[in-house]
Every structure is written in structure tokens, then in C-alpha cells.
């Protein structure tokens, strides 16, 4: 194995982006950013296969370090073991609730809003009671705002986060089983919880034409989500024959970097834009 840095203590030279590992970031860079507004909710467009028109955006954190910007798996297991997803998850939520508001106000038609949740952590942020309260003072409706859940533990024991869920889900949003086909999001949960969608995990959309696994698993997910009667979003759509291969599949949104990856705000909406016209 490499040897890594100590924790809490950056390398005096810059390194590049893809070579930041987690342990570089102390846990005061992460509070210090967090009190500073640095972990900003960045945006990808999804769109509805069939008619080619705009049906979303998922938002993707992003933490702007001085002048890095710092991808989610570098810092979301930090975060995650450290008890500092509630406070970072408050700050996304707020962000895109803003957002949302300023799109409305520029012209963009109402679009539907996804946000990634850590299902582990549901049970102590009182998720249905803060959304209440933030959308007093973001008048936005619940039914634009779809909570992507991923399983990283069972959420088999976890009763309060099955409560959490489903009271959500009671408050008018959508639910997404987010990593759908990957070991942690199981046909169980669609059982269990009242999801909306099912979100297939982009290494299998990927490798939808290159590997025949890869593609009976697009193939019967969507074919799944007909037969549950949910909405089905692909990830991970980097050309064109992917793209007709979803429709081919009658999979009904796709996401990836055929259309855009996730961008800030201020150009996610010029895109947009530009998009609809
Ligand atoms: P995810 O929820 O599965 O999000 C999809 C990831 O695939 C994103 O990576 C996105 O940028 C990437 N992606 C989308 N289209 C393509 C494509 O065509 N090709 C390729 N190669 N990649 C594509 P990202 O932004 O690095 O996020 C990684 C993960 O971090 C997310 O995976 C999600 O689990 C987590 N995450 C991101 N933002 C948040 C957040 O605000 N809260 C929580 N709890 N988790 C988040
Ligand atoms: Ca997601
Ligand atoms: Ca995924
Ligand atoms: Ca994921």
C-alpha cells in the first residue's frame, strides 16, 4: 500500500484533483467548510426519453476548497463517520430550495428536483419536520422534490428511518431507490418502502452494450419498474446508441454526460435555457 499523508495535514504540493484521497481533509476543514457555505449543491439535467424535453435535475455536492473543487467521494465517508451529514445535508437542501425558487423567477419551467439522502443517517435528522418548515420559507410544492435513497446498511433493522421514509412520502415527495442492481439497493426495499422510481446504478448502463449481464440487468429493471407501475431513470448515458438503447428498453428518463454533467446553478439554468429553446 501507498503511504498516506497523516490525516488533518495537507501536501505541501497541490496535488491534482483525482489524486485528493479523504484522509488529506481534517475534520476542522470539513466544519470550517460547512460554517463557510462551501458545500455547494451542483446540477445535472435529466431528461424524458421520450419526448426529449427537460424532466429534472439531480443535485450533486460539490466542496469548493480555496480553489479545488472537491468530488463527493472524497469527502462524503469523512462526513458520514463523523456525524457531519446532518448539518451538510441541511445546507444542500437549502441551497437547492433557493435555487429552485431563483429558476422559477428566470423563466425555467417547474422541474422536477432530486436530492441525494444517506439513509443511514435518516433517523436523526427529523427530515419530514425540517422540510416542512424550510418550505414555509421556500414556497416550493413537495410533489417537484424527489429524495434519492441509497442503502448503505440494511434499512431492515432501522425502523426509525423506515418511519422517516414513509412520512415523507406521506408529505407529497417522491421517492427514488437510488444504485438500483448494485448490492446495496435490493428488491427488498421496493417491498418495504413506497418508493416512486428506481433509479438503475450507472455501471450497469455503462456497459449496457459492451457486456450482456450488464444489459439483461438495464433490461429487466426496466421492465420491473413497468410492471410496479414506477418511474424508471437511467444514470450514466454517455453516448448516443445508450441513449436509444434506454428508449429501445422503454426506460423513461435519462441522465448522464450526453446531455451534461452537473453544474453550478447559474449554469445549469443558462443550459437550460438555451435547452428549452
Ligand atoms: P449517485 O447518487 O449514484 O450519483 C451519480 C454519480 O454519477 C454522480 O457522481 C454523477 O456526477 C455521476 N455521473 C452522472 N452521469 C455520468 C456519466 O454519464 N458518466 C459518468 N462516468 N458519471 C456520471 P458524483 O457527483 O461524483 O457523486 C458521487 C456520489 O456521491 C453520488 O452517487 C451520491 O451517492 C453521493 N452524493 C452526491 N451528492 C450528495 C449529497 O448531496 N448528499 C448525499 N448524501 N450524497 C451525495
Ligand atoms: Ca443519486
Ligand atoms: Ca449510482
Ligand atoms: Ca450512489
Not at 429493471?221 to 446508441?241: F, H, M
Request: proline share 5%; aromatic share 8%; glycine share 6%.
Amino acid at each position: 500500500l501507498l503511504q498516506q499523508p497523516q490525516a488533518s495535514t495537507m501536501p505541501t504540493s497541490k496535488p491534482k484533483q483525482s489524486s485528493l484521497h479523504a484522509q488529506y481533509f481534517s475534520i476542522q476543514d470539513i466544519e470550517s467548510g460547512l460554517a463557510a457555505g462551501a458545500f455547494i449543491p451542483y446540477f445535472q439535467p435529466q431528461i424524458n426519453l421520450e419526448s426529449g424535453l427537460l424532466h429534472g435535475v439531480e443535485a450533486l455536492v460539490r466542496w469548493h476548497y480555496g480553489c479545488q473543487i472537491i468530488m463527493p467521494d472524497h469527502f462524503l465517508p469523512i462526513i458520514e463517520s463523523q456525524q457531519l451529514i446532518l448539518p451538510m445535508t441541511k445546507s444542500v437542501i437549502e441551497q437547492t430550495l433557493k435555487q429552485m425558487i431563483s429558476w422559477r423567477e428566470a423563466g425555467l419551467p417547474d422541474i422536477q428536483v432530486s436530492i441525494n439522502l444517506s439513509a443511514a443517517y435518516l433517523n436523526q435528522l427529523n427530515l419530514p419536520q425540517l422540510m416542512t418548515d424550510l418550505l414555509q420559507e421556500y414556497p416550493v410544492n413537495s410533489s417537484h422534490i424527489t429524495f434519492e435513497i441509497t442503502e448503505r446498511i440494511s434499512l431492515e433493522s432501522n425502523q426509525p428511518t423506515l418511519d422517516t421514509i414513509t412520512r415523507l412520502r406521506l408529505k407529497g415527495f417522491y421517492l427514488s431507490l437510488d444504485d438500483f442492481g448494485t448490492g446495496y439497493s435490493s428488491l427488498a426495499q421496493l417491498d418495504r418502502l413506497p418508493f416512486n422510481e428506481i433509479k438503475i446504478d450507472k455501471s450497469f448502463v455503462m456497459h449496457a452494450l459492451s457486456s450482456p449481464i450488464s444489459r439483461v440487468i438495464v433490461e429487466s429493471s426496466v421492465a420491473l419498474a413497468k410492471q410496479l407501475g414506477v418511474r424508471c431513470v437511467a444514470e450514466g448515458i454517455e453516448s448516443q446508441a445508450c441513449e436509444q438503447f434506454l428508449k429501445d428498453s422503454g426506460c423513461d428518463i435519462g441522465q448522464g454526460y450526453l446531455y451534461s454533467r452537473a453544474l453550478p446553478s447559474h449554469a445549469f439554468q443558462q443550459w437550460a435555457l438555451e435547452y428549452l429553446k
